[in-house]
């Protein structure tokens, strides 16, 4: 668990909460169930309209990654490629098909798999960026879910205040009730600035972060890979690789 943003995630709530206390509120004055159909059902549709469903659904997957973020270590991959390159020297690219069985991820084994086979070190390139680009693409796609969440909900805010203004007009005969419906109107407004720059916003960008450094990870990869392929020395590889390592 990231509990940086798990913090974050609470601090956001309590900003809201204690704000709207010390301003002289209370927390009852939070809770509208007009506004929040408005904008958290209307950002919803808007979402449903804009996306595939599976698209959708890959985002869904992904909120986990803010919380549970894949480990990024370029170094202890940089030590496994050594390693690979170290058994193909001594074995041969057969000895690597243990590899290929223990590896958890996809995109590492199938990067062993091409080498394993005999491939052309451009062939292995080729098939491997291929492989990324539409891996990379598939996951910024779900990112900007979130990112359109947060353009969306504020607008949305925004006609739930105009339409809680609305009902205020209408009641201008009775004072009593102008206060409250006032107050009630602008809790829209409240729900889609917060859900929008405390929530989906930060969401998108820390999942494009996420996203970026997957993408180095599996740069350093495809390097590694094609430098076993072309038969260079362990050690001209680690320097190689090591220029990735910021």
């Known amino acids: 668990m990231d509990l940086i ?3 974050g995630t609470i601090l956001a709530f ?40 599976k698209v959708l659904k890959h985002a869904l997957r992904m909120l986990s990654m803010v919380y549970r973020p894949p480990q990024h270590r370029p ?42 086979d005999g491939g052309e070190p451009e062939a ?11 891996r990379e ?41 102008l206060g409250h419906g006032i107050a009630a109107a602008f809790v829209a407004t409240i729900y889609g600035v917060a859900l929008a720059n405390l929530f989906m916003l930060p969401m998108a960008a820390r999942l494009k972060s996420l996203i970026n450094k997957q993408t180095r990870m599996r740069e350093i990869l495809i390097e590694g890979l094609v430098s076993i392929a072309q038969g260079d020395n362990p050690r001209q590889i680690e320097a190689r690789l090591q220029g990735y390592v910021a």
């Open 5 to 7: 943003s798990i913090i």
């Open 124 to 134: 292995i390139r080729g098939v491997l960026e291929v492989d990324l680009e539409t």
């Open 75 to 116: 170094s202890d991959l940089i030590s496994r490629i050594v390693g690979w390159s170290e058994i193909s020297r001594r074995q041969g690219l057969l000895g690597l098909e243990p590899q290929i069985e223990a590896e958890p991820d996809p995109f590492v084994s199938k990067g062993l798999q091409l080498l394993v």
């Open 137 to 177: 693409a598939i996951d910024l796609a779900g990112a900007k879910v979130f990112e359109m969440a947060g353009i969306y909900s504020p607008t949305l805010g925004i006609i739930g205040a105009v339409m809680g203004l609305m009902a205020v007009m209408q009641n201008l005969a009775d004072p009593s009730k």
């Open 14 to 53: 309590l900003v809201i909460i204690v704000g709207t206390i010390l301003k002289g509120s209370t927390v009852d004055a939070l809770w509208n169930p007009a506004a929040f159909v408005i904008v958290f059902l209307g950002t919803l549709a808007a979402l449903l309209v804009q996306n595939h469903g």
